[in-house]
């Protein structure tokens, strides 16, 4: 049998262990160990590889960047923020963190993105920003997005966390689509620090400037404290793990996407299951996550336990919807039938640079047996 784990982060850092501790071993020398050299020539490799234009900041991690680009933005208190109601509890959390709203709409059908004429039903006179998650690698719909954003004056603030490299098919880079764009670092993301990280890019260079000062504790200058600020700094260590990274990221979304595509020729023809990480329209998609939806709960609990027994992980993002958490209770408002439907009957596929053909076999070999024996 051949196990395979959902991820195996130890596959494409041994490769660069040894770059990687030299670096580790000249700040330990140099002991500039937050916001040091190598923070600023991350963001400004990250920013290149966005596309090279406005301005990129790194801070301490995805749920920090997209707080720091809200608050930027003068988004707080009295202000409603619309989500989408499937994706991780961060980006609610986030609207919390500034002081703001969350008001939750529904996803698309067929896409793990959100339906933009569900965020027009929620918006209200008192919507200031829109956050399009661009989940499981895939483009958020952000064409007509960014027209209903336009026409109400609403900030749209990216969150792709999950979409490192992802394009829309007009070959824009997610992140750079709208007035500020939030990446997380976390290690099993497509780029990942070896601890926690994140980003957030500004089309807007005063905006940028604020958040630079926003991100430590308020400062322009050492002590003096224009804003209320936060502690939103990037290690030293992560940025210089981050840079011996960023050059083999194309390499592991090509992976990702070649698997991705091998999974979905073999289970196009699968008796009613939907696969939701495909971009559509020449959209290129960077494969964060595999995600089927089955037919319903039942069966996706069954297949987990099927492919469990055969040695296969899967994982479940996300299982419960965002405003039907406990922590939100009674506190929130939207739209989101589709999103609660869907959320009993996705799973989560092994997908991941480094995994080898016999993994991949043995993944597809028993999701087709899962279905034979039906
Ligand atoms: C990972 C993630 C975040 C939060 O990033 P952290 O670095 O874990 O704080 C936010 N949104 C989405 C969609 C994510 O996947």
Not at 32 to 37: D, K, M, Q
Not at 168 to 180: F, I
Request: aromatic content about 8%.
């Amino acid at each position: 049998m051949t196990r395979v784990p959902f991820n195996d982060l130890a596959r494409i850092h041994a490769p660069l262990r040894a770059r990687i501790l030299a670096r580790f071993g000249e700040i330990l020398d140099r002991s500039a160990f937050v916001l040091g050299p190598e923070v600023a020539e991350f963001e400004a490799a990250f920013t290149r590889f966005l596309g090279g234009k406005g301005t990129g900041l790194a801070v301490s991690n995805g749920l920090d960047a997209l707080t720091v680009a809200l608050r930027a933005l003068g988004v707080g208190a009295g202000d409603e923020v619309v989500l989408p109601s499937n994706t991780f509890i961060a980006t609610a959390f986030a609207v919390l963190h500034a002081g703001a709203t969350p008001v939750f709409c529904d996803i698309a059908e067929g896409s793990p993105n959100l339906d933009p004429r569900s965020l027009e039903r929620v918006l209200t006179s008192r919507t200031r920003a829109v956050i399009p998650v661009h989940l499981y690698g895939v483009p958020a719909p952000m064409r007509a997005i960014r027209e209903i954003a336009r026409s109400k004056k609403l900030f749209v603030v990216e969150d792709a966390a999950q979409a490192h490299g992802a394009r829309t098919s007009s070959k824009e880079v997610c992140g750079t689509l709208g007035d500020a764009g939030c990446f997380s670092f976390y290690p099993g993301k497509n780029l990942g620090s070896l601890g926690e990280g994140g980003f957030v890019w500004f089309r807007d260079e005063a905006v940028a400037k604020r958040a630079r000062a926003i991100r430590d504790v308020g400062q322009e200058e050492k002590g003096v404290h224009a804003y209320v600020g936060g502690n939103y700094r990037m290690h030293t260590l992560q940025a210089a793990a981050l840079l011996e990274k960023l050059p083999h990221l194309e390499a592991w979304n090509e992976e990702r996407t070649a698997i991705g595509a091998r999974f979905e020729k073999e289970f196009s023809s699968l008796p009613g299951v939907h696969l939701l990480s495909r971009a559509h329209g020449g959209e290129h998609a960077v494969y964060h996550l595999f995600v089927l939806e089955l037919p319903n709960q039942e069966v996706r609990d069954e297949f987990r336990l099927k492919l469990r027994e055969r040695g296969i992980d899967t994982g479940i993002h996300y299982s419960g919807i965002v405003p039907l958490q406990e922590c939100f209770e009674g506190k929130s408002e939207g739209e989101w039938k589709r999103a609660e439907e869907r959320s009993g009957k996705i799973v989560s596929l092994p997908i991941f640079p480094g995994m080898t053909g016999i993994e991949q076999d043995a993944v597809i070999q028993a999701v087709k047996d899962f279905f034979d024996g039906r």
